[in-house]
């Protein structure tokens, strides 16, 4: 029964009953339909086929205030967590020990294990390799808790001063529930990745303050440009100057550089955080407790294959949440922006 509805105007009109009325069962969630529910009864027929009932109109001044206020309601922001204090792991050196994870896509083979492992070993490192690192779990490097697991005793070993990814791909996020925050903030050590690994570096950031870097894979590209980078960072605890590679490529244009060229859209000098990382991994993971506090940083952005709408939406959802309105200046692999950054390790 519909109380206090008429299918008429004017107050002398006919109230008819609606109970065993045949109407649309299916439950309706959106905030409206709520509000229809509660004030005037579940769907009836009438309602249905478009006929709309008057109902008396105190509760429907009462359910317009109650839409009004439900529409007028903020929209809720990315979680920010507050900036803990930061925290700069030991500068690498020769003879270290360096963990190998795997914390997202599988590593299919044991030869890129081998690749990885010594690459690692040339730098100097005794690598320590993380028991699920060959684990398959669909495509992803075995079970969620199990690479956490690697992860988590990396750095509860004192033995070990850096934990460095063997790939990327995807499943970094699926790990943060399961990272041990506190035993990462009482053993700060240098972690290395980039691409999907970006969620480890920005979940890290935001519970515990440790400064992580963007660097090679171990599977990735150890040519001399990168690892120049990677031992002037993380072995001399240098100040470095970023700029893409220079020189003129004479089998493609002997008079001016054609590869790894530069634009800048709009010129001018920031200082701030160097914060960021994939671009698709950023996004995925806004609005959750893994992203740290965006006041006054340098936001980078990298990532590949992706259509120019796809870019485009993903930077226009990092827009509402305060991620590029709050930070000083953004840069990106695309645009290949060249910018000075400090990027330095304690001892």
């Known amino acids: 029964m519909v109380e206090d509805a008429t299918c008429g105007s004017g107050a002398g009109a006919a109230r008819p009953s609606m109970a065993g009325a045949p109407y649309n069962a299916a ?11 509660r004030y005037i009864g579940p769907p009836n027929r009438n309602f249905i086929r478009g006929k709309i009932c008057l109902m008396n109109r105190r509760r429907f001044v009462q359910s317009l205030g109650i839409a009004s206020l439900a529409t007028q309601l903020p929209a809720p922001r990315a979680s920010a967590a507050a900036a803990p204090a930061t925290i700069k792991p030991k500068r690498l050196a020769p003879g270290d020990t360096v963990a190998l994870v795997s914390p997202a896509s599988a590593t299919f083979n044991t030869v890129d294990l081998q690749i990885a492992k010594e690459s690692l070993d040339a730098l100097g490192f005794k690598v320590r390799v993380g028991e699920h690192v060959l684990e398959r779990h669909g495509n992803l ?3 969620d808790k199990a690479r956490a697991e690697d992860i988590n005793k990396a750095f509860a070993d004192k033995a070990v001063a850096a934990v460095h990814a063997i790939r990327g791909g995807w499943g970094s996020a699926r790990l943060l529930p399961y990272l041990d925050y506190d035993t990462i903030r009482r053993n ?18 935001a519970k515990t303050g440790l400064i992580t870097f963007h660097g ?25 100057t970023y700029s893409n590679k220079q020189g003129i490529s004479a089998e493609r244009n002997s008079l001016t550089q054609v590869e790894f060229r530069t634009q800048a859209i709009t010129h001018g000098k920031a200082r701030g955080r160097l914060l960021g990382g994939n671009l698709t ?6 609005g959750s407790p893994y992203v740290p506090d965006w006041d006054d940083v340098i936001l980078f952005c990298e990532d590949v294959q992706e259509d120019l709408y796809r870019v485009d939406r993903m930077m226009t959802q990092l827009k509402p949440p305060g991620c590029s309105g ?21 001892r």
Not at 224 to 235: A, E, G, N, Q, W
Request: charged share 20%; proline share 5%; aromatic share 8%.
């Open 188 to 205: 700060p050590k240098v972690l290395i990745g980039y691409s999907d690994i970006t969620a480890l570096h920005l979940a890290i950031h």
């Open 141 to 143: 490097a075995g079970e």
């Open 326 to 346: 709050r930070s000083r200046v953004s840069c990106s692999e695309a645009a290949r922006s060249v910018g000075r950054a400090t990027a330095t390790t304690g």
């Open 216 to 240: 090679p894979i171990g599977l990735g590209r150890w040519d001399p440009y990168s690892l120049d980078y990677y031992k002037r960072v993380l072995f001399n605890a240098e100040q470095v």
């Open 281 to 286: 991994v950023l996004t995925t993971i806004l």
């Open 27 to 37: 439950v309706i969630r959106s905030p409206v339909a709520q509000i229809i529910r």
